[in-house]
Each structure stands twice: as C-alpha cells, then as structure tokens.
C-alpha cells in the first residue's frame, strides 16, 4: 500500500459537507425499505448501483430524493446516522458537520421532531461511546418556495439546541440566494450560524449572494468561484472556507476527470479549501477515498493533506479551545509520520 494512503487513513480529520440521506447505502436502502414497505424501483443492492450513473446535478438528486422515501421512523433516521458514524470511526474522522434536509421527509407526513430526534440520538451516542465530535446543521431545499423555508424555519426553533446552523442546497441553478434573504435573516436573528451551497453548478454571482446577502460563514462547493477574479480575490482575502467535495463533482461531471477538477489551483492560489465526501452512498466514497483520489491525482504532498485538514478543523463551528486541541492533534500526527524513526 503506497505511503499516502496510510497517511490519509491516520491523520485524524474533520467532515463539513455531508449530506446524511447521501450517506444511505443500498444495503441500508433496501433493509428499510423492507423493514417499512416502501417499494423501491430496484431489483438488487447491485441493481441500485448500476442506477447510480449521474449527468449532473439534478440527475443524481431525483435518484437521491427517491433513496430517502425509505426513511420513516425515528429509529430509521438513527440507523442511517449511526452507519456514518461508524464509517467515521472507522476513518478516523474526529469532528463532522452534518447536513439534513427536513423537508425532504416532512413533505412526505414525516414530522421534523422524528427526522430531528432519530439524527441527533445517534449523534449523542457517537460523541459518547465512539468519541465523535459532531454538529447539526439544517437545509432548505431551493428548489422550493421561500415560504416553505420560513415555515420549516419555524418548525426548527423547538429544536435549536440541537442544530447549528442552517444552510441551502438542492438544484442550484434558477434558484438564487437572494430567493433566501429573509429566511435566513431570520435564521441569524434567531442565533443560527449559515452556510450555502454555492458555485458548484451555478455562477460565481450565487457565491457573491450568499456571502453579500445570506452571510454564511463557510461556502459549499463554490468551485466556480475561479472564474470571477475579483471573488477569487476577495475569498483569499477574507479566508472564506470552501467545502469541495471532490469525488461528487466529477461523479456530477462538474469536472470530466479528477486530473481536471480545480482544487490543487485554488489551494495554490491560497483558497481556504477544505474536502469533504458530500454524498459517499452515490459518489463512490467516503472521506479517505476523497483524500486518495486526489492526492493521486495532484501528487499533494504530507504537508498539503495535513493543511487541508487544519483548514477543516480551523473551519468548523467548534469553539477555540476544541480548535486547538484538534489541530494539535493533527500537528502531533504530522509530526510522527515525518520523523525518521516512523518512515523506516
Ligand atoms: N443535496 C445533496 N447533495 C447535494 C449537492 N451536491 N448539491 C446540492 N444539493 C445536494
Ligand atoms: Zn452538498
């Protein structure tokens, strides 16, 4: 096994894009959907796979809304976030911010507190019997009205001690920003933190609205930006994070092959840039395969790994002294694989 990719599997690392219904495996998928009688259009686990051939983003979302029907009941909405975590023990992710999409499941009769409660259960037993640090953040769907953001805003507020921050995701394009504005006024009055997903099918302009307009701290995707020279200036300048997801964008041929994908430029040109695995069930992996697949391709060496993840550590929503101590952790690692005593 080449060096790096022992490398990657240790260095303790942390997640800020993960869309947990993207985290469903096919095995998952159709246990549930047994389990709950949803019918699914698939004969097999491998079936389900062979299904999984995407043109682009909205081709991989109608698939993906499909896969979350098999979602019921509150210990189905545990179940599929105790599989992440314990993916996450196994690669040694020590920190993750979670996405949900609430309306994906409160449209179809579901309520928020069984799609909240299911998540956040497991999520206090991975910080209590697996050691995972972790954060909920929640997702309006963009394709839908912003009355229907404001709504599922409200339903969340019961919920707030168990939900970070809010964020924007779902078909990119044709659906603005600024179509959030007063959602996530609001979501900010009422002491939520922001992300959103921008620039990963859409223009540089979404970048500009939603850090102008819906003031996140941290953009998602937001690999167009590279082509608009005065965000790309202004993204060094301020040291927004992005969270480049890179084995979705070429599975959503953003990009035709992972040599072309624009990560290592932006890293260069010094963008904030942090990985991540997005949707690991459709993409074809979690974060280490990220990590692999672009340490091959780039050629990045011990130092950049490791700077990719204090980027997502010093990007995270954890207070200060988590900070420190996690990037130290990192530093400690970094450290140990470079002495000559450990590369004999
Ligand atoms: N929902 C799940 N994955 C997504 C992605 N990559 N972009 C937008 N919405 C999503
Ligand atoms: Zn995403």
Known sequence: MPDHREFIRG???????????????????????????????????????QAYRFVDLQSFLDVYYNGARVLV???????LTWAYLEKCREQNILHTEIFFDPQTHTDRGISFGTVVNGIHGALEDGGNHLGISSGLILCF???????AAMATLDRALPFQDRIIAVGLDSSERGHPPEKFASVFDRARAEGFLTVAHAGEEGPPA??????DCLQVSRIDHGIRCEEDDRLMKRLVQEQVPLTVC????????????????N?????DAGVCTTVNSDDPAYFGGYLNEN???????????????????KNAFNASFLDASKKRFFLN?????????GAPEARQ
């Open 11 to 49: 260095i303790p690392k942390a997640e800020l894009h993960l869309h947990i219904e993207g985290s469903l495996e096919p095995e998952l998928m159709f246990a549930l959907g047994k389990r709950n009688r949803v019918r699914l259009p698939y004969d097999s686990v491998e079936a389900v796979r």
């Open 73 to 79: 009941t509150e210990q189905d909405f545990y179940d």
């Open 141 to 147: 769907l963009r394709h839908l009205s912003a009355e």
């Open 206 to 211: 979404y970048i500009w609205g939603a850090l």
């Open 246 to 261: 890179p084995l979705s964008n070429t599975a959503l041929k953003v990009f035709g092959h992972m040599r072309e994908h």
């Open 263 to 267: 990560l290592k430029r932006l890293m």
């Open 291 to 309: 990590l692999y697949a672009i340490t091959e391709a780039f050629e990045l060496n011990q130092s950049e790994i490791a700077g990719l993840m």
């Open 329 to 337: 952790e990192v530093a400690e690692f970094e450290n140990a694989a």
